[in-house]
T-cell receptor, first 114, second 115 residues
Framework: DAKTTQPNSMESNEEEPVHLPCNHSTISGTDYIHWYRQLPSQGPEYVIHGLTSNVNNRMASLAIAEDRKSSTLILHRATLRDAAVYYCILRDRGSGGSNYKLTFGKGTLLTVNP | NAGVMQNPRHLVRRRGQEARLRCSPMKGHSHVYWYRQLPEEGLKFMVYLQKENIIDESGMPKERFSAEFPKEGPSILRIQQVVRGDSAAYFC?????????????FGEGSRLTVL
């Protein structure tokens, strides 16, 4: 599986934007970039995913570098409820193999200060 | 629309006992996945099931662990003769058209403690 590298932790202030980076220099052409987050004592929650173009949804934006070797999850206005571990995950969208598996690393622990 | 329901939320077992963890997927979902999270670790894939079929159990330990998803009722993850190393949070997820939506819906987990 292609690997991702994320900072262990980041801090933000409430109501400020947060940019969570992810490096994936060995990404293949068929890999989707997924982001999930895990709030304390809960299961992971889908945030966003993309392939090549930047993506926006009600939770966040995903900015993907032109060479796809890195991406950034953007929370436009952090709230206290955004404090969580954020996971950047690559998933092969190919028809063969394990394209339904998500491989979670250790993620980035985001702390939001009031 | 109820989410993925897991029970029990917390389970304590002594070494050598059996643990049964149950998962009811979201309504309309026929794909179930089990993941395990050891303390201070990320989640690890264990098994992928569709109704009455195990699709991929490559992440399951070869012994003591089994999973099923019967035609009726919840999916069950069964751990026989538990050991201390089985202490972890076990998460179930379900999906509909995951390959296109990329979205798994996770339950809140079952936390197993082995004494």
């Amino acid at each position: 599986d292609a690997k991702t590298t994320q900072p262990n932790s980041m801090e933000s202030n409430e109501e400020e934007p947060v940019h969570l980076p992810c490096n994936h220099s060995t990404i293949s052409g068929t890999d989707y970039i997924h982001w999930y987050r895990q709030l304390p004592s809960q299961g992971p929650e889908y945030v966003i995913h993309g392939l090549t173009s930047n993506v926006n949804n009600r939770m966040a934006s995903l900015a993907i570098a032109e060479d796809r070797k890195s991406s950034t999850l953007i929370l436009h206005r952090a709230t206290l409820r955004d404090a969580a571990v954020y996971y950047c995950i690559l998933r092969d969208r190919g028809s063969g193999g394990s394209n339904y598996k998500l491989t979670f690393g250790k993620g980035t622990l985001l702390t939001v200060n009031p | 629309n109820a989410g993925v329901m897991q029970n029990p939320r917390h389970l304590v077992r002594r070494r050598g006992q059996e643990a049964r963890l149950r998962c009811s997927p979201m309504k309309g979902h026929s794909h179930v996945y089990w993941y395990r999270q050891l303390p201070e670790e990320g989640l690890k894939f264990m098994v992928y099931l569709q109704k009455e079929n195990i699709i991929d159990e490559s992440g399951m330990p070869k012994e003591r662990f089994s999973a099923e998803f019967p035609k009726e009722g919840p999916s069950i993850l069964r751990i026989q003769q538990v050991v201390r190393g089985d202490s972890a949070a076990y998460f179930c997820a379900s999906s509909g058209d995951f390959l296109n939506t990329g979205e798994l819906f996770f339950g809140e987990g079952s936390r197993l403690t082995v004494l």
